[in-house]
């Protein structure tokens, strides 16, 4: 039979998002009701290595539902991939009687959750704490929908430009490996044209497209680019485009690090409460070493250790949606 868990930690690792204090609040707040310690651990598993753990009580986590980045500070952890780091992680939990972790973070950090539950007795649960929607097994992860929001209002406001002068606008979102945020916001947006990492780009395709559309001047040209797409963001593709059609007027706009930040949605604030939720009862329950996501509206339990990035799952519907709606 599972031990039960009496004392628990959680952090916040890798890259950060938008909606992970939310998710904190709730496995705070779960826990306690549960009759749990609650532990925050300090920059991820940085924070386990250096004994920067400190409990934490339901006030703790008053008033951080609605703000962004993270009350635990986020980091990336180099002695973590090592096993002597990962012991000495596991000694100083020991220390505070710590017998289960809730890890918010990506696809890395997942990994690293494995490793370290593989080689010490300590269940740990993952949470989806990323912008770019790319790990397996669920439908949301904390902070897209956010970044998402971001991507669009300001797009929209660079349409206002774009109108004003009837220039072409290349604008680079984030999503190395992903084109979600590109994806939608493009599409909310009603952007010409979307590069993502997913799908390859015929570019004399693009080229005649706009040179077509100048034709019947049609003048507001907006192309969303994915940072990681095939020619390597949008500076990459302007130069392409200027070089084949110098006459038209463009310009690059890359929104960068606004997309992590600000006040999580209605919709990251939910989805983070409700696996916060979820990841303690896993942990009562002893459904351990698993990541929580949910599909179709229910949870949905995968072991850790199968989960990792979602990729080229980007439907042929939603290329076609784009292609029709930009004429
Ligand atoms: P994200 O969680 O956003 O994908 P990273 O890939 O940077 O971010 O991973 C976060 C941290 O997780 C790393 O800094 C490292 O400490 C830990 N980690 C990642 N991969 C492993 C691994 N294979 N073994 C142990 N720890 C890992």
Redesign the pocket.
Known sequence: MEKKVSRIGVLT???DSPGMNAAIRAVVRTGIYYGLDVFGVMR???GLIEDDIHKLESRSVANIIQRGGTILK?????????PE??KIAYENLKKHGIDGLVII????????????SKEFDIPCIGLA??IDKDIMGTDFTIGFDTAVNTAVEAIDKIRDTADAHDRLFIIEVMGRDAGYIALHSGIATGAENILIPERKTNIEDLLSSLLEKQKRQKLVNLIVVAEGDEFGGADEVAKLVKERMPQIETRVCILGHIQRGGAPTCLDRLTASRMGYHAVECLINGRHNVFVGILNNKMNYVPLENVGKRKGTVSDEWMKIVKILAS
Do not use: C, E, P, W
């Not at 986020?74 to 090592?82: E, H, I, P, Q």
């Not at 890395?108 to 490793?115: C, M, N, T």
């Open positions: 690792s890798g890259g991820g598993y940085q986020t980091a990336r952890s180099k002695m973590f991939l090592k780091g990962r973070g990506g696809d890395g950090s997942f990994r690293g959750a494995v490793a370290f704490g990323t």
